[in-house]
């Protein structure tokens, strides 16, 4: 009688070479950062940065104010070099593509990687229709855009709040929907990548709610990244956390891990609020 042990040796004998299924090469990171540095002026805001951020995913990014995570987001689409005296060095990658190779152009790389800001910015003298084609009008899309405009508001989870208003001024709107409106505005020029900057950090719980259930939809379609002081925040809407501490990334995983078990003192010390 064949014992279990015999069982076992015997199965992968009678395994044809032919039946295993071949592995599936890695996936390129959607975006890669390596070495990244920056400075304003003599400044040495990020020190040496590396991380990768995969497709479809939210990655949060936490730190005491001034630690450099806003000027971490900014080098992805290269905002930071707007800055009068602002420089980087490192590299930055999406789809494996570097951000300042000679055949970037800067302006196509900030409609595939777009960005919404602490506050929200809507073009004053524009109507909330007028707002969310505002890029496409840039790009010399033509077209009527009802579709588009309705499209992108749904998205943003503003469509019924506005539909019978969209010739009214931008700035009539709450702060919460004129926050939704500019990710709408965004969101119009199909981008691959979201770089949101404390975007719910000026509203209110239920403002603050819906931007957090936009962000966990956008994911199924895009890679977000935000940068967050809410804790609670990033651990209800992010897959992946980095936490940086005066310009250095001190530690980056997956979100559950950061916030239950990190593997730095100084990351336990920020996310249980001891950090001082």
């Known amino acids: 009688m064949m014992t279990v042990q ?12 032919q039946s295993a299924s071949p592995q599936a090469a890695p996936a390129v990171p959607k ?8 400075w304003f002026g003599k400044t040495h805001a990020l020190r040496d940065v590396s991380l990768n951020v995969p497709s479809n995913t939210v990655l949060a990014i936490i730190g005491p104010s001034g630690c450099g995570k806003s000027t971490f987001v900014r080098c992805l ?28 152009d800067p302006v196509d790389l900030r409609r595939r990687v777009g960005m919404v800001f602490q506050r929200p910015n809507p073009f004053p003298t524009m109507s909330i ?5 505002a890029g496409l009008t840039l790009n010399g899309v033509r077209g009527d855009h009802q579709a588009k405009v309705e499209e992108c508001l749904v998205k943003a989870g ?5 539909k019978d208003r969209l010739h009214t001024n931008a700035l009539g709107l709450s702060g919460g929907q004129q926050q939704r409106l500019c990710i709408a505005r965004a969101l119009a020029v199909d981008p691959e990548v979201m770089l949101m900057d404390e975007p719910a950090s000026a509203l ?9 259930e936009l962000i966990r939809e956008l994911k199924e379609a895009l ?42 003192t100084r990351t336990e010390d920020y996310v249980t609020g001891k950090f001082g």
């Open 6 to 17: 015999q069982t076992h040796a015997a199965a992968p004998q009678s395994a044809s070479p």
């Open 31 to 38: 975006i890669e950062v390596a070495r990244l540095n920056a």
């Open 77 to 104: 689409n290269r905002m930071h070099e707007l800055v009068p005296g602002a420089r980087q060095t490192g590299q930055v990658r999406v789809d494996g593509n570097d951000l300042h190779a000679r055949n970037v």
């Open 129 to 133: 229709f007028g707002n969310v084609v």
């Open 158 to 162: 503003l469509w019924e709040e506005v």
């Open 204 to 212: 209110d719980p239920i403002a603050t709610a819906r931007i957090e």
């Open 223 to 264: 890679t977000v990244v935000i940068v967050t002081h809410n804790m609670q925040q990033a651990a209800r809407v992010s897959d992946h956390t980095a936490f940086f501490y005066m310009g250095e990334l001190i530690e980056h995983g997956d979100t559950e891990q950061i916030f239950t078990n990190p593997k730095e």
